[in-house]
């Protein structure tokens, strides 16, 4: 009887060593899966952060070349045309470079010093030779904008429309 009741606990204590294995692998695997949701939503919001940095530093990097290829305020101050003469030949040798007709619908009145310059044009070209008279207003010698513009496409690539230039002359 004594073995039997030596088997008996040695039964029970094999049970209770295998449950306990049991229970601790259960908690450890637990403890485990909440970490590993934990380390994976960690995991994303490094990701986004990351990515929002990535998205900063583009910006920072584009604005920092705005700045380079912004024109000093030097360069501001000279970019005006002195008169209304002045402004209609920029304008004119941008139109005749690029193959445009055109007719200069203003008055010639010139504003004085600081007044504003107006361009009042109707043309007719290539399209593709207009949007580089465009460029070349844009990236040209004086400060300007177009005020009004309308274009309507013709045949074989051609387009004809008016735009109104405006800049301001040159302060003494």
């Known amino acids: 009887m004594k073995i039997q009741s030596q088997k008996r606990i040695y039964m029970i204590m094999a049970i209770v060593v295998v449950a306990v294995l049991m229970a601790a692998q259960i908690a450890l695997y637990v403890f485990f899966r909440k970490a ?11 990701a986004e952060h990351t990515l929002r940095q990535s998205e900063n530093l ?9 700045e380079e290829s912004a024109p000093s305020k030097e ?5 005006y045309p002195s008169n209304s003469s002045e402004f ?8 005749r470079s690029n ?4 007719s200069n619908t203003s008055a010639a ?15 007719n070209g290539q399209y593709y030779n207009v949007l580089k008279s465009l ?7 004086y400060l300007m904008r177009v005020g009004d513009f309308s274009l309507t496409g013709e045949a074989d690539g051609r387009v004809n429309g008016k735009m109104t230039i405006l800049s301001t002359a040159k302060s003494e």
């Open 36 to 46: 590993n949701t934990e380390l994976a939503v960690l995991n994303g919001q490094i």
């Open 109 to 123: 009145a010139d504003p004085g010093p600081g007044g504003e310059l107006k361009l009042q044009i109707s043309f």
């Open 88 to 95: 209609y030949a920029f304008a004119d040798s941008v139109f």
């Open 99 to 102: 193959g445009i007709d055109y």
């Open 75 to 79: 360069r501001l101050q000279a970019s």
């Open 58 to 66: 583009t910006l920072v990097n584009g604005y920092n070349k705005f």
């Open 135 to 141: 460029a070349a207003f844009r990236t040209g010698n």
